[in-house]
């Protein structure tokens, strides 16, 4: 055998030899080993995974420290999605009515939704033309009748020998000839507004916190205002943006989501202001019953702070009795007896009546929701606490108990009972309906009954 051939066995043997360098790839990086096709499959993914991760992960972030930082802008924009619930809402029930409902229906979505704005505009201006010179009326009554009504008040506590003991032993004078009585209506009268004591000067002085506070206020409302109309206008845009988020084989979970959150809040709604109607009008009726002044402004007022449910019917009763006080005191304990028997009828007969056919909450959690957003956010928080705590039962119903825990057999808050029966997500693993283990609360509905 010559040189040439063994050089070339050798050659050959040490190409055959399993190689002990390391490879480099295109990155210059030394590599041991060869990929294999899986390895080689998962590399590019993996490589382009990274740049969206990173994105998705500071988007959230970014995100949370918005709603720390800038909480009552995310109040403002929430209020606006309940404005446009609205709206959306009144334009389904329009749709429903027998006569004119399949016409309206044919509409399109942006004049049907501008039809419900004007005639809403239309409403509230035809209501201020009828009663809102009355409503000015009565609280440029009460700037002028209140001295007298002080004094009226003065006269009546004189003749309480058991007030007189106790305002005795408890109001401090820095006069000896001051009586108790005079000290305590003294420092009442320094709790009032300004404009009621006539001084020119004092309002001189807080006209730039009055006019920063007034603009801040319509500012507010006027974005709440703007955001629920754009809301409104175009649903759509905004709900496929909050689904492209989501990976294309969860995006019917999130419309399911995005389904059940807007019927709670509709529900919750449409039984809030029909409970609203009921105290404030009643409220308003039974003070002119009864004579007390400013009844309708009283009720208004009613109206309004009944929005907030357990908190608002207290903080509505504060001024009702303060003016019942102050001009019609013998009247005093048949307006706290009215009082509690229109709180009772709301709890007990129209709340279960119209709730129970809507959205139904526990007053404890209504009233921790209010307690931590007032301490939080202060009056904007406090009166968005309910519809907040109503979409936060909603997601974990959906998010945690229906698609984390498998249980198919619960309730959405705010479901009827035609949407339990064509709900895709109401079932148990082998698609049969939970039918026999149903109840009723919060939670669940009896489909037997």
Known sequence: MSTDDLSTDDDHRANNAPSTKPTKNETGKHKIGKQSPIQEQLTPSLMNAQPHLMMLVGFLLLLGLSFVYLTNVWLIVFAGILLAVLILSLADMIKKIPIIGDGFAKLPHKLSVGMVVVSLFASLLGMAYLFGDKLVSQLDELQQALPTAINKLKAYLENMPIINDWLQNN??????????IDAMIQSMSSLLPTSFSGSVASWLQHTPDLIGGMLGAITTFMAIVMMGLFFAISPSVYSRAFLRMIPQDKRPKGKYL????????????????????FVGVFTALALH?????????????????????????FLAGVPILLV???????????????????????SMAVSPLVQSRLVDLPPVTLLASQLIMGAFTGILGVALATPLMVLTIVWVQVLYVKFVLKDYGVIILGQSKDDIMADPYNALPDHELRVDEIKIDMTYVDMKK
């Open 258 to 277: 995005l389904t059940r959150s807007n019927e709670a809040l509709k529900r919750w709604l449409l039984g809030q202001l029909l409970t609203m109607s």
């Open 289 to 313: 019953v009864m004579g007390v002044p400013f009844a309708m402004a009283l009720g208004f007022l009613t109206f309004l702070l009944d929005f907030i449910p357990v908190l608002g019917p």
């Open 171 to 180: 109001i401090d004078t820095t006069d000896i000839s001051e009586q108790p």
């Open 324 to 346: 019942t006080l102050l001009f019609t005191p013998d009247m005093i304990i048949w307006v706290m007896v009215l009082l509690v028997v229109i709180q009772q009828v709301e």
